[in-house]
């Protein structure tokens, strides 16, 4: 028991720091990841200033936007290792090993999970520039909700890649999902000044309870009275990220199709 026990922490050890370094020796993923959503940021908050009619600036308001989006991008670059693992035969590899898949999909999400985290964290330097006052606990918060969302998406993006043989086609189905998702999560624009048709799809997006917690963390009320509890958002945003894993799990435990293979 002892011994299975130390394969697997083994495996998921060393799964979860070889996509670490490797993440950071290719500097295009980070400066993709980290720098696109600082643009956005930049240019959106800037163009958008002068028009935005709630309460605050437009840039306080699109900046827990913009960390998730920094979360979003790294667990795209992030998973497509499954893809570029598979075509070197690394992957085969580590299937054949003695270890459970459910420890590979635990090194590989867990890997990307830490990347996303890490580089959305950074950006938690500029609050002081944004006249936010979030405290220890508002913090503390925040990294949890990061934490979570982190999880919840390199998870979701482990299920596609999984499925997947072109880092093309990955790339084409990661933004047809996940930037609708981003967009509709109350990141770009406040959820209640959406058109009718929109709500729903708001309502019903599991990355909308992220966003508004994370919200709620750094600037408590500022989601506004219509937003969801911040308990009822970390709850959903929790359940999301178990949701994806063990989808992730349940598929990596099938038989590899033969095209994959």
Do not use: C
Not at 31 to 55: C, D, H, N, Q, Y
Not at 125 to 149: D, E, H, M
């Amino acid at each position: 028991m002892n011994s299975t026990l130390a394969a697997t922490m083994g495996a998921v050890t060393t799964l979860w720091w070889r996509d670490i370094v490797r993440f950071y020796r290719q500097r295009s993923r980070i400066v993709g990841a980290l720098a696109t959503p600082l643009i956005f940021w930049l240019l959106l908050g800037s163009g958008f200033s002068g028009s935005f009619r709630a309460e605050g600036n437009y840039a306080t308001f699109f900046y827990p936007g913009v960390m998730v989006m920094i979360v979003l991008f790294t667990a795209i670059f992030s998973t497509i290792s499954v893809i570029e693992d598979r075509r070197e035969g690394f992957l085969q590899g580590v299937l054949v090993a003695p270890i459970s898949r459910g420890a590979i999909v635990a090194g590989k999400v867990l890997g990307g999970s830490t990347l996303a985290l890490g580089q959305a964290a950074l950006l938690l330097a500029a609050i002081p520039w944004l006249g936010l006052r979030p405290g220890a606990s508002g913090l503390a918060l925040a990294l949890l909700v990061l934490t979570l969302i982190a999880l919840a998406l390199t998870a979701l993006g482990f299920i596609i890649a999984w499925q997947l043989d072109s880092t093309q086609g990955f790339h084409a189905i990661m933004n047809l999902v996940l930037m609708p998702m981003w967009l509709l999560s109350g990141a770009f624009f406040p959820p209640t000044g959406a058109a009718g048709w929109m709500r729903p799809l708001i309502a019903v997006n599991p990355l909308t309870y992220g966003v508004a917690a994370l919200r709620e963390a750094l600037a408590p009320g500022a989601a506004g009275t219509d937003a969801p509890s911040f308990g009822l958002a970390l709850g959903v945003t929790a359940a999301f990220a178990l949701v994806t894993f063990l989808a992730a799990r349940a598929l990596a435990e099938r038989p590899l199709d033969a095209r994959l293979a």
